[in-house]
């Protein structure tokens, strides 16, 4: 599975901006998609998640209201619809694809796409 992130940039505080990723690959084994972040000096960390099956989401306490995932089935690809952004949203943000079959799961990431959220 490959994983193209796109959509980061430079915003200002209260802005909006929505992240895509685009799978290409064997996107028929994903079970289950998400969206990662890094900020300087932290580990990465959950920002939200979504499944293939029933489009289960969950989303970090720290974005919860703020931020929206989705997905597009049809065209392999998932979003990050993120509102009121704050600077400490501020990070490189990494899709992850997780892989069946299920006894056996694997890990996909993208290249990251930077965040930067100016006050």
């Known amino acids: 599975v490959q994983l193209v992130e796109s959509g980061g940039g430079l915003v200002q505080t209260g802005n909006s901006l929505r992240l895509s990723c685009a799978a290409s690959?064997?996107?028929?084994?994903?079970?289950?998609m998400g969206w990662y972040r890094r900020a300087p000096g932290q580990q990465r960390e959950l920002v939200a998640t979504?499944?293939?099956?029933?489009?289960?989401?969950n989303y970090a306490d720290t974005v919860k209201g703020r931020f929206t995932i989705s997905r597009d089935n049809a065209r392999n690809t998932m979003y990050l619809q993120m509102s009121s952004l704050k600077p400490e949203d501020t990070a490189v943000y990494y899709c992850?694809?997780?892989?069946?079959?299920?006894?056996?799961?694997?890990?996909?990431w993208g290249q990251g796409t930077q965040v930067t959220v100016s006050s």
């Open positions: 979504i499944t293939s099956g029933t489009g289960t989401t």
């Open positions: 992850n694809a997780r892989v069946g079959p299920y006894y056996s799961l694997r890990d996909y």
């Open positions: 690959g064997s996107t028929r084994s994903i079970v289950a």
